[in-house]
């Protein structure tokens, strides 16, 4: 199954909310993408690895039920399709230990740290649909600056390093490169404008 261009642009999103729980869960499968269940950069690892798979799946099925939104799900017609983890920075305490991708500075931050997209919707354009609708969303929630931490576009990545997104397409939705540590990211950020997103193109 291939999608078409008009496809992607009618594209609906909606934050992850108790009553769209069911979606996720369909969306990611039985294993949860591997038993992750979008946990990797809210634990510690040691936990994250002690629950891996259902543990991982209580947990952030907990997080929707205490009314916290840890990201936003596509959706094509009735059909959930993708999947961006996007939220305050401080949500993710893996995130703020680490010392590759630790903070640039003081400001308050977002950041999106995974992507999940169903497999007849991959190199559609889905994930960078997902990016503009992030940062809109970040910017109804009164927030100014998205930071995304995607793999740089180099030979060699192993494809798990994918789930972070790409440079290039980070680049393509407005995200300017701050920081290259040493490692296998680079900090990107798109900074909002008072009362605006990322204006969709044409």
Not at 32 to 54: I, N, P, T
Not at 90 to 112: A, C, M, T
Not at 139 to 163: F, K, L, M
């Amino acid at each position: 199954m291939s999608t078409s261009p008009q496809a992607v642009a009618a594209l609906a999103f909606n934050p992850l909310t108790p009553d769209r729980w069911a979606d996720f869960e369909r969306l990611l499968g039985k294993n949860g993408a591997d038993g992750c269940w979008c946990m990797w950069w809210r634990l510690k690892r040691s936990e994250f690895s002690r629950q891996a798979g259902e543990g991982n799946r209580q947990a952030m099925q907990g997080i929707v039920a205490s009314g916290e939104i840890p990201g936003i799900l596509a959706y094509a017609g009735d059909e959930v399709v993708g999947w961006c983890s996007v939220a305050p920075r401080e949500r993710f305490g893996s995130l703020e230990r680490s010392r590759p991708l630790k903070r640039l500075d003081d400001q308050p931050v977002w950041s999106i740290v995974c992507f999940f997209v169903a497999r007849p919707y991959r190199r559609q354009g889905v994930s960078l649909a997902l990016i503009r609708a992030a940062v809109d969303y970040v910017a109804q929630q009164g927030g100014h600056i998205v930071e995304a931490y995607p793999s740089p576009d180099r030979r060699g990545n192993p494809p798990v390093t994918s789930y972070m997104g790409s440079a290039a397409t980070f680049a393509a939705a407005g995200f300017t490169v701050c920081a290259e540590p040493p490692g296998r990211r680079v900090i990107m950020r798109y900074a909002i404008p008072e009362g605006a997103g990322i204006a969709e193109k044409p």
